[in-house]
Nanobody, 122 residues
Framework: QVQLVESGGGLVQARGSLRLSCAAS????????MGWYRQTPGKQRELVAS???????TYADSVKGRFTISADNSKNTVHLQMDSLKPEDTAVYYC????????????????WGEGTLVTVSS
């Protein structure tokens, strides 16, 4: 019962900027990681950026220096500021939330947004 609402995708020219946002709700009391993945036809879904509950960030090499991920924990929201966009950034971007569940041993469950299309024109 986790819902992810994504926003901010759209069409932008190369060298432009977009800001993606993802708000999580539901059974999310123990979020470990929030992040963004992207996928294009014929390619595996790849991690773009992630941020842990402690604030540790990870970026794909292809976006380092151009994208910035941040989180507003009070709103259970993650943002991806995308600057200096390139045509190769065109993809469907998916919000990902990793939630810790507790059983005999703790384990994580990944939840995914429906995806938002980012198109960068040359």
């Amino acid at each position: 019962q986790v819902q992810l609402v994504e926003s901010g995708g759209g069409l932008v020219q190369a060298r432009g900027s977009l800001r993606l946002s993802c708000a999580a709700s539901g059974s999310i009391s123990n979020i470990n990681v929030m992040g963004w993945y992207r996928q294009t036809p014929g390619k595996q879904r790849e991690l773009v950026a992630s941020i842990t509950s402690a604030g540790t960030t990870t970026y794909a090499d292809s976006v380092k220096g151009r994208f910035t991920i941040s989180a507003d924990n009070s709103k259970n929201t993650v943002h991806l500021q995308m600057d200096s966009l390139k045509p190769e950034d065109t993809a469907v971007y998916y919000c990902n939330v990793r939630v810790r569940r507790f059983g005999f041993l703790p384990y994580d469950i990944n939840y995914w947004g429906e995806g938002t299309l980012v198109t960068v024109s040359s």
